[in-house]
């Protein structure tokens, strides 16, 4: 009885506690839950109005699944204006992280691109892509900057110096610079490049040390353009926007090919700045070249070319080309990719294309199917097309190729010849070279994940901060193309009057890998319920 009365006294006790710690802790996840949800509402790139549709939502399920609960789904605050407040604090956060973890970096470098938005407004964006002593890398949004005035070199300069200024990184470990290849980012005199050089320069730091790079896979598309067939992309290009452009054309041709049971229901449009559609449109248009003539006969406006078998083996020619091309271009998208890899594919490609130009030039046409379907008489001007292939490759990454011997020194330390690398590596590098433990454990480890574990500071120094500096570098703008394709669906001409601090505050927690610390943020607030 005794016991039964003690536990009895308890509980009244735990009952009592409750009425002042539970509604304490309902705040908190009132408060908690409103972060949240604002949050998935800046990763989605959603309007900050959403954040009241959706507590209508909750409200309405709660109503049946917890009616108990109704009142404290009423009380979570999720206005458009509480919506832009978390959002930024949540940026926030992340930048005081970004900024503390940015004390233990030894290399980053830089990547600068820019577009225009909705309302005519230059967007210049700097991604960091940092590495700490442990070989851990990160690549995260500096800094996105509204130009409303000139873009010259100069104004680009302007942004990155305060962008580094924010975020204390010091120029004497900036390895490099990947730009989109614009005369503001590098002309000789006033571009972004020359003027960080003088920069440094200035601080008495080599500027023969940055690593400046054209993003590869920009160049990988301006090399496509050396392809000189431009009667196939005339034509099929007029073709397709005669069917695609007007309506009933258009339901007529997709009438023809459900007649038909053709494989595709309707073509490909094809867009210079997406890059990949290429490929695709010329596959397309390639398969439905019989539905195609016939339904150009229909109307009126045969197309001479679909019955030329010369221009047929062009075309084949082509579609097989803008494959590999876009094969090549998918391999080089991605983020944090090393520029060795990147190089070693442009390289790969390289001696594709001296093979196929060997084998057109004996009219061998196994790795093009598409042409060998047509029985080409003669594969010669196909050679020759590789072959300007091959030599605008050559231009493009003289750049890149310049530093090949450093990459290898990087990336593949065992076959490089002692004598031909720099003076202070050599010793290290015949050291690394000697050891038969180290060649074994280099071939069934990752590179980053080798340099990490095996090539210590205490036996390498040289070495390793050789290879924490070339791990460091950009060699694309990638993350830049995907951030902008972000800003396209945040900033919409529904949403054009969204302020370029609420922009960036939502591009950077929709885009960042850091997470934000969102209990801490809810603690700080004070609960004041929505009405």
């Known amino acids: 009885m005794r016991l039964d009365k003690v536990n009895a006294l308890w509980r009244s006790l735990g009952a009592q506690q409750a009425v002042f710690t539970r509604p304490h802790s309902d705040r908190e996840n009132v408060i908690h839950t409103s972060f949240v949800v604002s949050e998935l509402i800046a990763k989605k790139l959603k309007p900050h109005s959403d954040g009241e549709f959706v507590k209508e939502c909750l409200v309405a399920a709660a109503e049946l699944l917890a009616p108990e609960k109704v009142k404290l789904f009423q009380s979570?605050?999720?206005?458009?204006?509480?919506?832009?407040?978390?959002?930024?604090?949540?940026?926030?956060?992340?930048?005081?992280?970004?900024?503390?973890?940015?004390?233990?970096?030894?290399?980053?470098?830089?990547?600068?691109?820019?577009?225009?938005?909705?309302?005519n407004t230059t967007q210049l964006a700097i991604f960091v892509r940092r590495i700490t002593a442990e070989f851990e890398t990160t690549e995260e949004l500096l800094s996105l900057q509204a130009m409303h005035g000139t873009t010259k070199g100069e104004d680009l300069f302007e942004q990155v110096v305060l962008a580094m200024n924010k975020f204390e990184l010091p120029f004497d470990k900036l390895s490099g610079l990947a730009t989109d290849g614009a005369p503001a980012m590098l002309g000789q005199q006033k571009g972004l490049t020359a003027l960080i050089k003088k920069e440094m320069s200035r601080l008495n730091l080599d500027p023969s040390d940055l690593v400046v790079c054209h993003c590869i896979i920009h160049q990988e598309s301006l090399c496509a353009h050396s392809l000189k067939l431009h009667s196939v992309m005339t034509?099929?290009?007029?073709?397709?926007?005669?069917?695609?452009?007007?309506?009933?054309?258009?339901?007529?041709?997709?009438?023809?090919?459900?007649?038909?049971?053709?494989?595709?229901?309707?073509?490909?449009?094809?867009?210079?700045?997406?890059?990949?559609?290429?490929?695709?449109?010329?596959?397309?248009?390639?398969?439905?070249?019989?539905?195609?003539?016939?339904?150009?006969?229909?109307?009126?406006?045969?197309?001479?070319?679909?019955?030329?078998?010369k221009w047929l083996c062009d075309l084949a020619f082509m579609v097989d080309i803008t494959k590999h091309l876009s094969e090549l271009n998918v391999k080089l998208q991605g983020l944090n990719q090393l520029l060795s890899s990147l190089l070693s594919h442009v390289k790969s490609f390289e001696a594709k294309l001296k093979l196929w130009q060997s084998q057109l030039e004996k009219s061998c046409t196994v790795h093009f199917p598409t042409l060998q379907e047509q029985k080409p008489a003669m594969t010669t001007e196909y050679a020759g097309e590789c072959a300007k292939l091959l030599q605008a490759f050559g231009e493009r990454f003289q750049d890149i190729k310049s530093k090949q011997n450093e990459l290898k020194i990087f990336a593949v330390p065992f076959n490089v010849e002692p004598s031909e690398v720099p003076d202070n590596l050599q010793h290290e590098i015949i050291e690394l070279q000697s050891n038969d433990e180290l060649k074994a454990k280099y071939n069934n480890l990752p590179l980053l994940e080798f340099c990490k574990l095996y090539v210590r500071s205490e036996d390498f120094p040289i070495l390793r901060r050789h290879a924490l500096k070339l791990a460091s570098l950009f060699g694309t703008t990638y993350c830049c193309e995907q951030f902008f394709s972000k800003l396209t669906l945040a900033k919409t001409r529904f949403r054009s009057r969204l302020t370029d601090s609420n922009l960036e505050n939502q591009l950077r927690v929709a885009s960042s890998s850091l997470p934000s610390d969102i209990k801490c943020l809810a603690k700080e607030k004070q609960f004041q319920p929505s009405h």
């Open 76 to 119: 979570v605050s999720l206005s458009r204006r509480t919506v832009a407040e978390r959002i930024t604090d949540m940026a926030q956060d992340i930048e005081t992280t970004l900024n503390d973890t940015g004390k233990k970096l030894q290399f980053f470098s830089l990547a600068c691109d820019e577009t225009t938005d909705i309302t």
């Open 235 to 309: 034509t099929v290009v007029s073709t397709i926007n005669f069917i695609k452009s007007r309506g009933l054309n258009s339901r007529q041709f997709k009438e023809l090919l459900s007649d038909l049971e053709s494989e595709y229901g309707d073509l490909v449009y094809h867009c210079e700045v997406r890059w990949l559609s290429r490929a695709d449109m010329l596959e397309r248009f390639y398969k439905l070249r019989e539905e195609v003539k016939q339904f150009m006969e229909i109307k009126g406006k045969p197309v001479v070319e679909l019955s030329d078998d």
